[in-house]
């Protein structure tokens, strides 16, 4: 359960959660606290279709101190199993709400399967296991445990309860240091990847709950993101390494849209050049770059450290915002229990007999999320009830774009990351360098990991 003494103060998260809360009883989850039970009172909820300024038209540019918005989307890790350290290593950031500590070791523990509990503990390496921990649907719901959160080595083993700390993520958590942090930032749903992708695509899962190619057949419920830019002459391009993630959603690609999608290399060019277009969807590779398991995550700290540095060397800097963050949890602990959440639509999971009951009126585990811009506040730490469609809310406000279901219509807009009174970084602060992957790889070779590389390096 959360610490009652956690920062992020009851009155800050019920004001961001109340939207989603309000379509629950309050009484149905005795067991969280305070702050994550339902709100007993109806909210006034946005419809899909509608605008975040009605009185204005279709594609009125707000935020002109923004002109470049860039989602850098990474797959598959807790709050906590990256940024659980944060308090404990970050000068100035001890009150951000991550793993407890006690006598110099973790003090986070959940039950183990054979009885006895598994502490929190440090990876020892960068490497990961191939297929654990698990996050699919039932995982999920057994790790969430009705709200206690104490099912994740049940669910997975000791493994879930890894984490990494600044030893492995130096540029991270130099990020960290400058740069505004959600602390109540969730991924979508208690599921993988393609559902929580697709909610930030579209606004909905459209009762998808599992990373399948079953997905690729099922469209839009209310059209995608990419339909609302095109159709308001926004301009924008998707990014890629391996395979442009998108794909997923049926439609989206079309011969029109051919030249939108670009690799990667085409990014570091454009923001060089200072031609990158208004709306930039960065897919890493999926394989290698993504840090899911069983990647090296210090492969994707490069990666990372790449793309932010590009955009701080670009001459759109002073008109750029960065949105880095995680598709889903991964399987690993988080301690904070996902609060309710509005239902995007009427359209119910497609489970199967024996699955995990569950709806899409809960978001899924804390996921990290870091706004890099030199508008950010510097050092601030979010504790708004906030969600992967909070960027895709951030994006229709930014374009007064309609909205696509219920859920990105009321998802808080995260303008609390930013001050456009004056921009902080106009200068971009000194930041740690990423690591060499040398030490890394041998300590995994210490534990018979073996990641898969990109090409031209390797173990």
């Avoid at 955009?311 to 880095?324: E, G, H, N, Q």
Wanted: with cysteine.
């Amino acid at each position: 359960m959360i610490d009652p003494l956690e920062p992020c103060t009851r009155r800050t998260l019920l004001r961001g959660a109340a939207g989603g809360a309000a379509l629950l009883a309050a009484s149905q989850l005795p067991a969280l606290p305070a702050w994550a039970r339902p709100v007993a009172r109806m909210a006034d909820l946005r419809a899909p279709d509608s605008l975040p300024f009605p009185d204005l038209p279709a594609g009125t540019v707000g935020m002109p101190e923004i002109e470049h918005v860039v989602v850098l989307m990474m797959e598959n890790h807790s709050f906590d199993s990256f940024l659980g350290m944060v308090p404990h290593q970050v000068p100035g950031r001890g009150a951000v709400d991550g793993l407890r500590m006690r006598r110099g070791r973790a003090a986070n523990t959940n039950p183990a399967r054979g009885g006895g509990v598994v502490r929190s503990a440090h990876a020892g390496s960068p490497c990961q296991l191939k297929g654990l921990p698990r996050q699919d649907w039932n995982a999920s719901h057994a790790s969430w445990d009705g709200g206690r959160n104490d099912g994740f080595a049940r669910a997975c083993g000791p493994i879930a309860m890894r984490y990494w700390d600044a030893s492995d993520l130096p540029f991270t958590y130099s990020l960290v240091r400058h740069f505004p942090i959600g602390e109540r930032f969730f991924c979508s749903t208690l599921a993988q990847t393609y559902p929580n992708r697709r909610f930030f695509f579209t606004g909905t899962a459209s009762g998808t709950i599992a990373t399948k190619s079953a997905t690729m057949k099922i469209p839009a419920a209310n059209g995608t993101i990419w339909d609302r830019l095109d159709a308001h002459g926004v301009d924008w391009g998707i990014y890629y390494q391996s395979a442009p993630s998108w794909l997923i959603v049926p439609g989206s690609y079309s011969p029109a849209r051919s030249t939108r999608q670009r690799t990667m290399d085409r990014f570091f060019k454009d923001a060089k050049a200072g031609r990158l277009p208004a709306f930039s969807f960065l897919d890493p590779d999926y394989d290698t770059t993504s840090q899911e398991n069983p990647q090296d995550v210090q492969v994707g700290e490069r990666l990372i450290a790449q793309v932010a540095g590009a955009l701080m060397a670009s001459p759109s800097w002073t008109s750029t915002a960065l949105f880095i963050t995680y598709d889903e949890h991964g399987g690993y602990y988080d301690h904070v229990p996902p609060p309710p959440a509005i239902r995007p639509d009427d359209i119910a999971p497609m489970t199967a007999p024996g699955d995990a009951p569950g709806g899409y009126d809960r978001y899924g585990f804390r996921v990290p999320l870091i706004v890099v811009s030199p508008w950010a506040r510097a050092r601030y730490a979010s504790c708004v009830t906030q969600d992967l469609t909070s960027i895709t809310a951030f994006v229709e406000r930014k374009w007064n774009l309609p909205a696509m279901t219920f859920r990105d219509a009321n998802a808080d807009p995260m303008l609390d990351y930013f001050d456009f009174s004056r921009p902080a970084f106009e200068t971009p602060p000194r930041l740690a360098a990423a690591p060499a992957l040398g030490p890394g790889l041998k300590a995994c070779h210490r534990q018979g990991l073996h990641p898969p590389l990109p090409p031209g390096l390797t173990a």
